[in-house]
Structure formats: C-alpha cells, structure tokens
C-alpha cells in the first residue's frame, strides 16, 4: 500500500471515530475554577448606647457594638473600643478597652466615664476586617448644683436628695423660748427673765441621689403665765440625725438656758439683753444663747407696762415683761427654728 492510500484510509478511520486529538492536530484542553468571596464582617453600636450624655465624673451606660459576618452574628471576636487622647473625653475602668463578642455577636465595653471636661466626642468601636468602624456620640455635661433649699416654718417636711448630688451641708436652729412674763399684782415694779435662744447644729453628710430625710423645724415657746420653751429641730434618714435642741423659756428671775447642739460647728451666740433697770440688779436678766452659732436670747424686761418682744429668728428667745404692780405681762414668744440644706 502505497503512502497515499493509507493516509486516505486513517483520515477516513479518525472521521469516523470524531477524533481530533493524535489525528494530524491537537486543541489544548481547558477547565474552569470557582473563587469563594471573602466574609463581609460589619460592626454597628447596638443597645441603645448611643448618643449618651452623663455629668463630668459620672459613668455612662456600658458601649455595646454587634458584629456580624455575612449579616450573621460572629461570635468570639475582639472588639476595641478607642477614646479621644484629648479632653473632652472619658476612660475604661482599668484601663480595659477591649472586649470579645458572645454568641449574638454583641460585645460590651468596660465601664466608661466621663472625663473632668465638658464637651461633645465620639468613641468608636472597630474589629479585624472592619472597614468602618461603629461610632458612639457621648457629652460630658457640666455639674448643675441645685440651691439650697430653706424651711423657716416650724413644722414637718420631707427633703429629698437631688439627682447626682452626693453631699449636703446641713445647718439647723432650734426654737427660741418663750419670755418670761412679769410680776403678779401687789409683788411691785418689776420685768421678767428673756427665754433662751434655740441651739445651732451644721453638719456635712454623705447621701444618695434620691435619699429622703424627715425635716422637722421646731417651734417657738408659746407667751403665758409661765411661757413654754421651745422645741428641737432635726434632719434625719435612718441611723443618721443631726439635731438641734430649743430654747427654754424665761421665768421671773430666772433667764430661759440657750438650746445645745450635737454638732461643735458654728459661730458665738448673741448676748442677752439687760434686766429692767429698776429690779434688783441680779434679778431678770436676759436669756441665755444656743450656744456656738444658736439663736440669740431675748433681753430682760426693760418698759414698764409693756409685754415681751417676740424673738428673731432663726430660734430667738422671746423678750421678758415689764409691768407695775397692777398688771401682768406674759413674755413674747420665742422664735421658730430653721433648716438649711446646701448641695454640694
């Protein structure tokens, strides 16, 4: 067989079997490949954590940031949580910035408080594979103390803590007591005793926002014959009580004893006043003071024929009473007591 013809009959030979490969030409041969895309890994503040605003020096609610990859929660990822460098600005608790996700993917910062400066900041909270981090508005706000409150009523009342205020100065007269009245009619030209000044307490306490204390103001000794002293005044809640004790009232010869107080702060009391000038000389003086910073005792006797002055408050004695020996005068009544609560 002659050249020709057996390339005749393998042409007709691979025609027949559809080969292409090994029959005079070759095609290279191709195969395709699949490329899984990376995880999309999103992180957002979550929880309600933001914005937030607190006084300087307080914490704010913990951060909480959700991660997620491919929109489900990812869980046992490290998320930091990064402040400002410059005030305004806040802190971790230990210094602590970082915390993992749990099982919903949400991860919640160490305690964060604000810093002593007042401002606006953002904290953001980022991820491994975290393009855009979550973002936290936080405001350091400037501490607003209330004023003080005053009860120059005497009577009952309730105080309650304001919000973030966690100290108070306390300051309390008790009730003045009641003047002496004057002499019966036939003991002669004479004037009675000034009652006693209420006494002074002032105290700093240590409370809790929102703490309530039982405030009772005393009340001044009422006039008769004899007059009444006066009563204490006290600021409590629980074990804790500052009190501040009344006046007592003023008798013939015998001048009303200052009220005391349970606390040693305060300033000198007043003086009391002079005896009716024409008495013996030893016989109705002036009430006596509260002590440190008390109210002031109220003066002797000192016009014939006319009754006790009323005491100035805070907690003054009332006056003693002059008269001739046909009348009788009753003393004037004490004052009442105060209290004054200042926030700190």
């Not at 997620?68 to 802190?91: D, K, L, M, W």
């Not at 160490?110 to 981090?133: C, E, N």
């Not at 309390?172 to 009641?178: D, N, Q, V």
Request: aromatic share 4%; hydrophobic share 30%; proline share 8%.
């Amino acid at each position: 067989m002659n050249r020709k013809a057996y390339a005749s009959i393998l042409g007709l030979v691979c025609l027949s079997l559809g080969c292409v490969t090994g029959c005079g030409s070759s095609s290279p041969s191709s195969s395709s490949t699949t490329t899984t895309p990376p995880p999309v890994i999103a992180i957002t503040a979550t929880g309600g954590t933001t914005p937030q605003s607190v006084t300087v020096g307080t914490p704010f609610m913990p951060l909480q940031a959700t991660v997620t990859s491919n929109g489900s929660p990812a869980s046992g990822v490290t998320v930091t949580f990064t402040a400002p460098a410059e005030e305004p600005n806040g802190s971790f608790a230990g210094g602590v910035n970082t915390a993992k996700t749990n099982a919903s993917g949400v991860a919640t910062s160490a305690v964060f408080t604000a810093g002593a400066m007042a401002g606006d900041y953002t904290v953001t909270a980022s991820a491994p594979g975290v393009t855009t981090p979550a973002s936290f508005s936080l405001a350091n706000m400037t501490q607003v103390i209330p004023p003080p409150t005053t009860y120059a009523s005497a009577g009952s009342f309730t105080y309650t803590v304001p919000a973030d205020v966690t100290t108070i100065y306390v300051q309390l007269w008790g009730g003045g007591g009641a003047g002496g009245s004057s002499n019966e009619p036939g003991e002669g030209l004479c004037g009675g005793a000034g009652g006693g000044g209420g006494g002074y307490s002032a105290e700093t306490l240590t409370v809790s926002p929102g703490q309530t204390f039982q405030v009772v103001v005393g009340v001044g000794g009422s006039t008769g014959f004899p007059g009444t002293g006066g009563a204490q005044s006290s600021f409590s809640s629980g074990t804790t009580q500052v009190v501040a004790g009344g006046g007592g009232a003023g008798d013939h010869n015998v001048p009303g004893e200052g009220g005391a107080g349970n606390t040693a702060a305060g300033m000198s009391g007043g003086s009391s006043g002079p005896p009716y000038q024409d008495c013996v000389a030893s016989s109705h003086p002036g009430g006596r003071a509260g002590g440190p910073g008390g109210g002031i005792g109220g003066a002797g006797g000192a016009e014939e024929n006319q009754p006790g002055k009323a005491g100035g408050a805070p907690g003054g004695g009332g006056g003693g009473a002059a008269s001739s020996d046909t009348k009788e005068m009753s003393g004037g009544a004490g004052a009442a007591g105060e209290i004054i609560v200042t926030p700190q």
